[in-house]
């Protein structure tokens, strides 16, 4: 016990150093959000955020992964940018779906986010002032490119500033104690395209209903106790549903590029 209180003691200590750290880049922070109110520079620059994760990457000896190091720097980034000003990022909703998640892969928690119920809402906050930035998915390693994403883009005055790559992984989520107590699958479509030989093997003859996206999916599995939906692991703690199965997608590398 004596080890172990010595141990915590050191942790506390290196948590104050962080806190200190953490505020002074917060108040540097703040000096370059005045630099760039005169010279008229936008807030975010994913550039210098790509230079600063690869930078950390390089210097990191672990134990933490860079994986993990890099999502702890982009919650730093979130934080400190809300400092110079509270971004408002508009992507496709209900919050958990994979637009969102990318979005906040993006942007952090530190933002706001305006979950619209289609792609051409979140070109239309965008156009009109309502959202700093926007988060569409042009493309997917399966379904190839997102036609209406590419529509829009054509047809909008909206320019692209920044892009991320999201790993997309497909699962089970149900209230459901087991895989054969579900009795009708809630889903969007293009998860449904991508899981048919595993839903054909564990779900043969279930009743599907397509969704307008996989975190309507999983509203609708919520209100009901035979059914499940398709969707992401952090959907499944968004709505409190149970995870049957893990990663039902028939390839692995299934990716989407979001701008």
């Given at each position: ?92 909703g209900p919050e958990g779906t994979f637009s969102h998640l990318a979005a906040r892969k993006m942007f952090g928690t530190s933002s706001v986010y305006t ?65 054969k107590s579900v009795k009708t699958l809630y889903t969007h479509y293009q998860p449904l395209g991508q899981c048919r030989k595993w839903l054909a093997l ?58």
């Amino acid at each position: 016990m004596k080890e172990l209180a010595e141990i915590r003691a050191k942790i506390d200590g290196l948590d104050d150093k962080l806190v200190v750290l953490l505020n002074e880049r917060a108040e540097l922070a703040k000096k370059i959000a005045e630099v760039k109110r005169k010279k008229g520079s936008p807030v975010y620059v994913q550039s210098r955020e790509i230079a600063i994760l690869k930078k950390v990457a390089l210097k990191n000896a672990g134990p933490l992964s860079a994986e993990a190091l890099g999502g702890v720097f982009r919650e730093i980034f979130s934080a400190t940018r809300s400092v110079e000003k509270e971004l408002k990022i508009a992507c496709l909703g209900p919050e958990g779906t994979f637009s969102h998640l990318a979005a906040r892969k993006m942007f952090g928690t530190s933002s706001v986010y305006t979950l619209e119920p289609g792609f051409d809402g979140v070109f239309r906050d965008v156009e009109k002032g309502s959202a700093d930035f926007g988060v569409v998915p042009v493309e997917n390693t399966i379904e190839g490119s997102i036609g209406q994403t590419m529509d829009l883009l054509i047809e909008s005055q909206a320019r692209i500033s920044g892009e991320t790559y999201f790993d997309v992984h497909h699962n089970l989520l149900s209230l459901a104690k087991s895989v054969k107590s579900v009795k009708t699958l809630y889903t969007h479509y293009q998860p449904l395209g991508q899981c048919r030989k595993w839903l054909a093997l564990n779900l043969p003859g279930v009743k599907v209903v397509e969704t307008g996206s996989s975190s309507q999916a999983s509203i609708r599995a919520l209100d009901d106790p035979k059914g499940a939906a398709i969707g992401a692991m952090e959907a499944a703690q968004i709505y409190g549903l149970g995870v049957l199965a893990e990663r039902i997608e028939e390839r692995t590398g299934n990716q989407t590029r979001f701008f």
